[in-house]
């Protein structure tokens, strides 16, 4: 499989860019990848890594779209850029999937207007996970449709449905709709539509509804999949991501006073401070290392600014187990099906 990784995308672009792709090439010799980037500052790096064996190509993209770049405009005004050939690359047939930790808008946008949509999709979307006390929590939409409209929330609902079932393995996953309340009357004009139509497709046997859920059940897991126009997704996203910080630095700040005052001894504070990591694991994006733009007709997934090597090398691994496992296929069937049964 051919995938082009955006070696200049991140916040420690190239480094860990060029040293997770290394890693992924050593862990699987089926994957052809492809660094795109400007090679002055690749090639150094590079060199640097035993990669006798390893199918690792280079390509030049002199023009870097950063992380202050307004997205769609970079896009036209950055066409040498590492992101707008990467996915050109893709669209023209030269690779299968496209990584990037880079500019978010960017790639979403590069990646709608070079890939185009998986036929009957009305808009894009792209997910983020959660940890939780059950199950494997994923909110769709985090940041790829501010506004949205019921008949496209359904349309997340779906995507999403498919992404669980074929990429984590979940046959049946549930939808939850993030609202005000449980009750179905709650909530504005487009969540009291947006809960009918979802109602409907779960007659259809789209997907598995069950209801209203609130901010609070996101981190209970009774759902795997959180659906919520991209402007809540996001602020969720960005609440979450905060927790493992504000959280830790609070109980720290708290066991080294108890230090300090002779009421806890340094060595169960350090005890403490592993068992704090271990359960801020889960917030980590590591184990994933990125998610897929849900409704293109390609593989784009966009991976974590801060991404280690490891994430890179997990978001590469995404790439190929969207492609193996033919997710955008599956959705253009949903959706086909779907057609035919309204």
């Not at 990037?100 to 792209?126: D, F, H, K, W, Y």
């Not at 504070?269 to 390609?298: R, T, Y």
């Not at 280690?308 to 086909?336: G, Q, T, Y």
Request: proline content about 4%; overall charge negative; hydrophobic content about 40%.
């Amino acid at each position: 499989m051919r995938i082009v990784l955006d070696a200049m995308g991140g916040d420690f672009a190239p480094k860990n860019q060029v040293e997770g792709a290394v890693m992924a090439a050593r862990n699987n010799s089926d994957l052809q990848l492809t660094l795109i980037g400007q090679l002055e500052k690749i090639e150094p790096i590079l060199a640097q890594h035993n990669t006798t064996g390893l199918n690792i190509t280079l390509v030049d993209a002199p023009e870097v779209i950063d992380m202050h770049d307004s997205g769609a405009t970079a896009v036209k005004s950055k066409p040498n850029s590492s992101i707008v050939r990467g996915l050109s690359m893709c669209k023209e047939g030269a690779a299968d999937a496209f990584v990037s930790q880079g500019n978010t808008g960017a790639v979403m946008a590069a990646s709608l207007l070079i890939l185009g949509r998986v036929e009957g999709v009305q808009r894009p979307c792209i997910g983020a996970y959660f940890p939780s006390l059950k199950n494997q929590v994923m909110v769709f939409d985090t940041g790829a449709n501010l506004d949205s409209k019921p008949e496209q929330l359904v349309q997340f609902a779906e995507m999403a449905t498919i992404f669980e079932r074929y990429m984590l393995g979940v046959q049946t996953p549930t939808v939850g709709l993030l609202n005000v309340g449980e009750e179905e009357t709650k909530g504005n004009d487009t969540l009291k539509q947006t809960h009918k139509l979802l109602r409907d497709a779960d007659a259809r046997g789209q997907i598995k509804f069950i209801g209203n859920i609130e901010g609070r059940d996101v981190f209970i897991g009774d759902t795997n999949i959180v659906l919520c126009d991209g402007l809540i997704g996001n602020v969720v996203l960005k609440l979450g991501e905060s927790i493992p910080n504000i959280v830790g630095t609070l109980i720290m700040h708290a066991l080294n006073k108890r230090v300090a005052d002779g009421k806890l001894a340094p060595d169960s504070a350090k005890q403490f401070s592993g068992i704090l990591k271990e359960i801020f694991h889960g917030f980590s994006d590591e184990p994933h290392g990125g998610v897929p733009l849900l409704g293109v007709n390609g593989i784009s997934i966009i991976g974590h600014g801060n991404s280690s090597p490891v994430a890179v090398m997990n978001a590469i691994f995404a790439a190929k187990n969207m492609f193996e496992k033919r997710v955008n296929d599956h959705i253009a069937e949903m959706l086909k099906a779907d057609e035919v049964k309204n």
